[in-house]
């Protein structure tokens, strides 16, 4: 009953910037951390940026001073804003969201994303 949405991908420069965002939608009742994962071809899945609820962040470190995370709780929306962009950037990158869909039922899940591809490239 909830769905993540991502928009924003696409093929960009070296040196170039992009805005992911990702929209939750559905029965919602609290939206926890949210985050953005990415995976290249033959390789595992790994963290981007985390932000909590209440605004703490968490950076991979080869993203860290590049990428910045943020979020809209009122339009239940992460955003990531990719600058300085490098072709090992390359990658579809997958939404991720921590949500409680009422309030007798807390107990937080884990939802993803159907992923949008970023390609940085000459």
């Known amino acids: 009953q909830v769905q993540l949405v991502e928009s924003g991908g696409g093929l960009v420069q070296p040196g170039g910037s992009l805005r992911l965002s990702c929209a939750a939608s559905g029965t919602i009742f609290s939206i926890y951390t949210m985050g953005w994962y990415r995976q290249a071809p033959g390789k595992q899945r790994e963290l981007v940026a985390a932000i909590t609820s209440s605004g703490g962040t968490t950076y991979s470190g080869s993203v860290k001073g590049r990428f910045t995370i943020s979020r809209d709780n009122a339009k239940n929306t992460v955003y990531l804003q990719m600058n300085s962009l490098k072709p090992e950037d390359t990658a579809v990158y997958y939404c991720?969201?921590?949500?409680?869909?009422?309030?007798?039922?807390?107990?937080?899940?884990?939802?993803w994303g159907q992923g949008t591809q970023v390609t940085v490239s000459s």
């Open positions: 991720n969201a921590q949500i409680a869909s009422t309030q007798l039922n807390r107990n937080p899940y884990n939802y």
